[in-house]
T-cell receptor
């Protein structure tokens, strides 16, 4: 069964303090690994899709990387507006749906 | 702008009544849509996969007679919570996959409160 584990559960950073979020996964044939941002009371907002080990994608202060076992979401010089829950999900070739991790709640203090 | 729209954003209904939530893909055709439920401070739990023109596939533990899903067109899926009870109060979110299946967008979610 596909599994996704995110760590840490919660992360508090000072503005400008770079860090990384982890997403460990097991899946029978990775079709895609997805990162989403979710603000309280709203649906997830798409950030990245990664398809193969070694792939990297960047968007503003965010950079996502992928290995065969895990993905990292690196946040460089975060700002308070980056505060949100970051969700990781995997999609396997055997399924059309996604399995989500529990998320990492990021708080960036000014 | 949003590519997947959910309606209503929030709804309050009386116990025993039914409520329908709509999920629309705005600028693409979605052969597959997904319905999730999310409890406070928890991640998304997949309820069912909705395929256009066929019956939905429900996850284990989800009552198909209680959560009716209809995917009548390539841009619309509906979730009807029948005979709602207070324990059905939750945040319901839909997502839609583009034809290539590589990009999946989420709606804004619908808050359901059953009183």
């Amino acid at each position: 069964e596909d599994q996704v584990t995110q760590s840490p559960e919660a992360l508090r950073l000072q503005e400008g303090e770079s860090s990384s979020l982890n997403c460990s996964y097991t899946v029978s044939g990775l079709r895609g690994l997805f990162w989403y941002r979710q603000d309280p009371g709203k649906g997830p907002e798409f950030l990245f899709t990664l398809y193969s080990a070694g792939e990297e994608k960047e968007k503003e202060r965010l950079k996502a990387t992928l290995t065969k076992k895990e993905s990292f979401l690196h946040i460089t010089a975060p700002k308070p507006e980056d505060s949100a829950t970051y969700l990781c999900a995997v999609q396997g070739y055997n399924n059309n749906d996604m399995r989500f991790g529990a998320g990492t709640r990021l708080t960036v203090k000014p | 702008g949003a590519v997947v729209s959910q309606h209503p954003s929030w709804v309050i209904c009386k116990s025993g009544t039914s409520v329908k939530i709509e999920c629309r893909s705005l600028d693409f055709q979605a052969t597959t849509m997904f319905w999730y439920r999310q409890f406070p401070k928890q991640s998304l739990m997949l309820m069912a996969t909705s395929n256009e023109g066929s019956k939905a596939t429900y996850e284990q533990g989800v009552e198909k007679d209680k959560f009716l899903i209809n995917h009548a067109s390539l841009t619309l899926s509906t979730l009807t919570v029948t005979s709602a009870h207070p324990e059905d109060s939750s945040f319901y979110i839909c997502s839609a996959a583009r034809a290539d299946g590589n990009t999946i967008y989420f709606g804004e979610g619908s808050w359901l409160t059953v009183v």
